[in-house]
Structures are given as structure tokens and as C-alpha cells.
């Protein structure tokens, strides 16, 4: 009794320490899972690692730069000269001289008017603005798109389970059907349409298994992230509830949204510009003052400096007569580039109104296309539902069966797609509205 006993524990033992490596060895084959990313993490990655928003970024940075560029023709400029010389003279008598001298002056200069400057000025802020806002268009554009590809990953990775189910259900059938033919209650008709759809479905699978792979690596590319990182998306808590964006002034909204607000930035920039074009035809006034003196050498040069100096101020006025039709011809350009931009804002703010229309509407087809979905889906369901059991009596055919099959997938697959083209509209809808 002993004996077995103690050999019992021995041959627990062993089974506990086999369970625990065959574990171990199943963990460590297992593959890892994707990493979880909430539509919040996403926009956040997209904003900072976005290719696109990151040159917009240095757009701004350019147009900041420009406005610095423009300031400098209207501040002081400083300049400082030190120069040393040593000179050798040789006569026909074999006589030499050598000389030696240094000269230092400093010079100010200021412009007192100059109408082209300030032009420039005003335009080159005024651009900056318009890069600032289109900064924040493009921010808004980048939200959508992220968005849109995250709710498209979401859409494709569930028509990808609903095919999954599909070619389930068409195997378990193909079993049924097999068992029923062997019994003589099925026909081989039924049997080879039963083999069909099992086909005919996993070779949709195949398809949707690829497109949700694509899905993922188009996200990964809005986020600026490796193509091939692993997303797995999850459906935003409470998504699907209406939102309340349907109620507002169309011409507030075109007014509103950041990029017809660049666009409005960008004509007064061109407005300033051809103020500039035409400050051509003004005269300049400016004032420069200079300090100056000479030494015989270098290292008395900065020795007394209050002593021996030369010490003028200058004002300059300067009257501009003919340069050639260079003046028209910018005036003429600065015409044409302001039409241009009159032109362009008129567009920019009809083809805003455009596009909120069309989202609104939509948005009022998304919620009656997710209505009409779901009650497709019960309607195939149950039809779904008789067409097995008349199968089972052998009161429907075959193909009624597969035909029963075939449109509840796709009654599920058009409540997948209902539900996230109203999800898209709702954000196309946000984006024209510049919310």
C-alpha cells in the first residue's frame, strides 16, 4: 500500500511538471498581441509624428523668419571698419621710406522713410497669420484623417469577423450536408454546393484578411509610425450616440473654419504687397552718422579715442525718376497676384459651403442608413432561421439555404459599413465645420 502510495506521488509529480513545461512551451509560441490604440492615443501620435504636418510646421517657421527679414530695412545698421597699411618708397638714388598707418571708423545708419519697407512689413505678418491659421487647418485635416483610417481599420477587421463567421457557418453546413448525403437524405447537388460556398467564402476571407492588414499599415502611415507596427483598434466608448452638430449658421461656419481665415490672410498680405510695389514711386529719406580717425599705427588707433577724430552726420533723401518700368512692372504683378487672391478666397469660401452641405447631409443619411441596417439584419436573421429548418425537413433546397446564408452576411456587413460612414460623416461634418 506504501509502495503505491509513493508511486502515485511520483507519477503526480511528473504529470504536474509535464503540464507546467507543455505551459511554458505554449506562452513562449504563442504570438504576442497587438498593442491596444485608443482613437485619442492616435490623434495624438498623428499631431506629433505626422510627415505632413511636420513640414507645415516649418512653413511657419519660414513665414516667422520672413517677418524678421522684413524688419531689418527699417532698423538702425551698424557697421565698424579697422584697416592697418604699411607702405615702402624707393628712390633712383637708392634712398627708401617706409610708412605705416591705421584708420578705424564706425558708421550708423537709419532709414527715416521708406514706404516700401513698412509695406513689406505689414505683408510679411500678415503671412505669418495665414501660416499660423493653415498650421491649424492642417492640424484639423490630419484629425480627420486619422479618424477616417481608424474607423476604416475598425470597419475592416469587423467585415473580416463577419466573413470569419460566414465561412464557419459554410463549413459546419458542408458537414451537415456531408452526414446527410452519406445517409442517403441529401442529394450530391446539395453536397457539391455545400463544398462550393465553403470556397467561394474563404476565398472573401482571404480578401478581407488583406484589406484589413492594409488598413492597418494606411493608419500606421497617418501617424508616422512604422507601416508595419501591429494596431489593434478598439470601438470608441459610446461613438455611435448622436452628437448634436447639425445645428449651426452656414455662414458663420465658412467664416469660422481656419483655412478660408488663412485664405483672407494671405489677399491682405497681397493687398500690403502691392502697397509695396507702389512705395517704388516714393521718395527715401534716411540718416547715417560717422565716427572716424587715423594713426600712424595700429596700436595708438584705440589710444585717445576722443582725440583726433573726424565726426560727420548725413542726411540722404533719394527721389526715384526712371528704373527702367521696373516699379510698373512690380505694381502690375502685385495687381494681377491680389485678383488672384480675391479670386481664390471667393472659391475657398464656396467650395467651404460645399463641403458642409454635403457632410450634413451625410450625416442625416448615416442615421437612417444605421437604422434601415439594423433592421435588415433581423430580417436575415430570421429568414436565416426558417430557411435551416425547412432545410431540415427537407422543405428548401440547397441553394434557398446558401442564398438565406449569403444574405445575412451581407445584412451584417451592410450594418458594418452604416455604421462607420455615419461615424465618418460625423467627422467630415466636424472638419467643414472647422470644429
Not at 503526480?12 to 505554449?26: H, I, P, Y
Request: hydrophobic share 45%; net charge negative.
Amino acid at each position: 500500500m506504501r509502495v503505491c502510495r509513493k508511486k502515485g506521488k511520483h507519477i503526480g509529480a511528473a504529470l504536474v511538471c509535464v503540464a507546467l513545461v507543455c505551459a511554458v512551451l505554449t506562452v513562449s509560441v504563442l504570438p504576442a498581441r497587438a498593442r491596444v490604440y485608443t482613437l485619442k492615443e492616435c490623434i495624438e501620435i498623428a499631431l506629433t509624428g505626422n510627415t505632413t504636418l511636420a513640414r507645415v510646421r516649418e512653413d511657419l517657421t519660414s513665414a516667422g523668419a520672413d517677418v524678421m527679414s522684413s524688419w531689418s530695412s527699417v532698423l538702425p545698421h551698424v557697421s565698424a571698419n579697422v584697416s592697418k597699411s604699411d607702405g615702402l618708397m624707393v628712390f633712383s638714388e637708392g634712398d627708401d621710406v617706409t610708412s605705416e598707418g591705421a584708420s578705424g571708423d564706425l558708421t550708423v545708419s537709419q532709414a527715416l522713410l521708406d514706404g516700401s519697407a513698412f509695406a513689406r512689413i505689414a505683408g510679411s505678418s500678415r503671412s505669418r497669420t495665414a501660416a499660423e491659421l493653415s498650421l491649424e487647418s492642417t492640424e484639423r485635416d490630419i484629425v480627420f484623417q486619422t479618424k477616417e483610417a481608424y474607423y476604416g481599420l475598425l470597419r475592416l477587421v469587423q467585415l473580416r469577423d463577419v466573413q470569419s463567421e460566414a465561412v464557419d457557418l459554410a463549413r459546419e453546413q458542408a458537414r451537415k450536408t456531408q452526414s446527410l448525403f452519406d445517409l442517403g437524405s441529401a442529394s450530391r447537388s446539395d453536397l457539391l454546393k455545400a463544398k462550393v460556398q465553403v470556397g467561394e467564402a474563404e476565398l472573401t476571407l482571404i480578401s478581407a484578411e488583406k484589406s484589413a492588414k492594409l488598413a492597418r499599415a494606411g493608419l500606421a502611415l497617418v501617424l508616422g509610425i512604422d507601416v508595419t507596427t501591429d494596431i489593434e483598434a478598439v470601438d470608441p466608448s459610446g461613438s455611435f450616440a448622436e452628437e448634436e452638430i447639425l445645428d449651426f449658421d452656414l455662414e458663420e461656419a465658412v467664416s469660422s473654419r481656419p483655412d478660408i481665415r488663412a485664405w483672407e490672410q494671405s489677399l491682405v498680405a497681397a493687398k500690403r504687397s502691392l502697397l509695396a510695389s507702389k512705395a517704388g514711386l516714393w521718395p527715401d529719406l534716411g540718416l547715417s552718422v560717422r565716427y572716424s580717425r587715423g594713426t600712424d599705427s595700429l596700436d595708438e588707433l584705440f589710444d585717445g579715442m576722443t582725440e583726433d577724430y573726424t565726426r560727420s552726420i548725413g542726411l540722404s533723401l533719394s527721389v526715384p525718376i526712371f528704373n527702367g518700368l521696373a516699379t510698373k512692372a512690380s505694381i502690375d504683378n502685385s495687381k494681377s497676384l491680389l485678383r488672384s487672391y480675391e479670386i481664390s478666397v471667393r472659391n475657398a469660401r464656396l467650395q467651404a459651403a460645399y463641403e458642409i452641405e454635403s457632410a450634413r447631409l451625410s450625416v442625416e443619411e448615416g442615421t437612417r442608413s444605421v437604422s434601415v441596417a439594423e433592421d435588415a439584419v433581423l430580417q436575415a436573421e430570421e429568414d436565416l432561421k426558417v430557411s435551416e429548418e425547412r432545410f431540415r425537413l427537407r422543405a428548401a433546397s440547397m441553394l434557398e439555404l446558401i442564398d438565406a446564408r449569403v444574405a445575412y452576411s451581407r445584412a451584417r456587413a451592410g450594418l458594418v459599413n452604416a455604421r462607420y460612414d455615419y461615424e465618418i460623416a460625423k467627422a467630415e461634418l466636424r472638419l467643414a465645420l472647422g470644429l
